[in-house]
């Protein structure tokens, strides 16, 4: 378990206290601060954007990586680099040109995450792997806190470790949704890296050997 990282998702913090929730990542063992970007068109609600995370990035040193669950991520990538992201994440499903937004990514001298709802088989990401710094294998429909860890995901999570074995390749494998104190262990040993989780981590429930 030593060597898989917390990343604590936002989505689940007070949002009148985001100073606090950010002091509790560092304090609690989070390595990367998760931020969820939703723009009611690709999920149905509406979250925070740029100069949000314009303010946060002032609290820590933490690595943030924003995932954005929105249309159309091109017209944004630019915005959410500036803003302090350092792993910028956008969804499979979500745009058409997805080879040039890895490479754009790339040249704003970023981190590139690739991310998949349930549905979307692995098979769809085998162009691009190589071209990936990371895979967010989504384990709930994205779009809200706190829902049922989705029990034929963590296939897809040992799949992507057999292929980024054989191909010697070097992406992580994150997880996100429904990661809880009961699951977690499970979802570790299946083969991800990094383990989001919002709901449990910030009701206390999950708690991170430091
Ligand atoms: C869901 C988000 C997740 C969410 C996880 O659309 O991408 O990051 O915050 O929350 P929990 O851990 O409560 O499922
Ligand atoms: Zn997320």
């Keep these: 378990m030593k060597e898989t990282l917390l990343a604590p998702s936002l989505l689940s913090a007070d949002f009148a206290d985001l100073k606090s929730a950010v002091k509790k990542i560092e304090d609690e063992g989070g390595s990367v601060v998760h931020i969820d970007v939703m723009d009611g068109q690709f999920v149905p609600q509406i979250t925070y954007g ?110 992507l470790k057999k292929i980024r074995s054989e191909k010697s390749l070097s992406f992580k494998i994150s997880v996100d949704g429904g990661i809880n104190e009961k699951n977690y262990a499970e979802v570790a040993e299946a083969g991800a890296d990094i383990l989001v989780s919002g709901s449990s981590f910030f009701s206390g429930k999950l708690k991170w050997e430091i």
């Excluded at 915005?79 to 499903?93: L, P, V």
């Design 50 to 159: 740029q100069p949000v995370i314009k303010s946060i990035r002032k609290l820590t040193k933490l690595p943030f990586d924003i995932h954005l669950m929105v249309e159309k991520p091109e017209l944004m990538v630019d915005s959410f680099a500036q803003a302090g992201g350092d792993w910028i994440t956008f969804h499979y499903e979500s745009t058409v040109h997805i080879d040039r937004l890895i490479s754009h990514i790339h040249s704003l001298g970023k981190k590139c995450g690739i991310s998949i709802v349930p549905s979307t088989p692995v098979v769809a990401l085998s162009e691009i792997l190589p071209l990936v710094d990371l895979v967010l294998v989504m384990s709930v429909n994205p779009g809200f806190g706190g829902q049922s860890f989705i029990p034929y995901t963590l296939q897809k999570i040992s799949q």
